[in-house]
């Protein structure tokens, strides 16, 4: 599975954007997309998943309300709909997968999944 990340850029605080992430490859049907980010000097985060195909999401406590995981399993791509951006949320985005399910206590760990997209950086401006 191949991931890339599109999306992101220069935001002002309370604006909104949208990040991408298509997969090309072959997925299962227990695929699983999460979102994790990586601010300098910081250990890379989760933000939220998503399960392909019952849809189950699960977000960080400090995105929750503000952020959005989706997918299109027509494209085979993800979303994260981004709003009421925070200078807090500045960092490098990064989508990853997994070919396998995922229950939901463990959609969090970086080190459950296997494939990782490039990165895209998100800077909010206060």
């Known amino acids: 599975v191949q991931l890339q990340a599109s999306g992101g850029g220069l935001v002002r605080a309370g604006g909104s954007t949208r990040l991408s992430c298509a997969a090309s490859?072959?997925?299962?049907?227990?695929?699983?997309m999460g979102w994790f980010r990586q601010a300098p000097g910081n250990e890379r985060e989760f933000v939220a998943a998503?399960?392909?195909?019952?849809?189950?999401?699960r977000y960080a406590d400090s995105v929750k309300g503000r952020f959005t995981i989706s997918r299109d399993r027509a494209k085979n791509t993800g979303y994260l709909q981004m709003n009421r951006l925070e200078p807090e949320d500045t960092a490098v985005y990064y989508c990853?997968?997994?070919?396998?399910?995922?229950?939901?206590?463990?959609?969090?760990?970086?080190?459950?999944?296997?494939?990782w997209g490039q990165g895209t950086q998100v800077t909010v401006s206060s």
């Open positions: 990853a997968a997994v070919n396998r399910g995922l229950i939901w206590s463990t959609m969090t760990g970086v080190q459950e999944y296997d494939y």
């Open positions: 998503i399960r392909w195909n019952d849809g189950l999401t």
């Open positions: 490859g072959r997925t299962s049907g227990s695929y699983v």
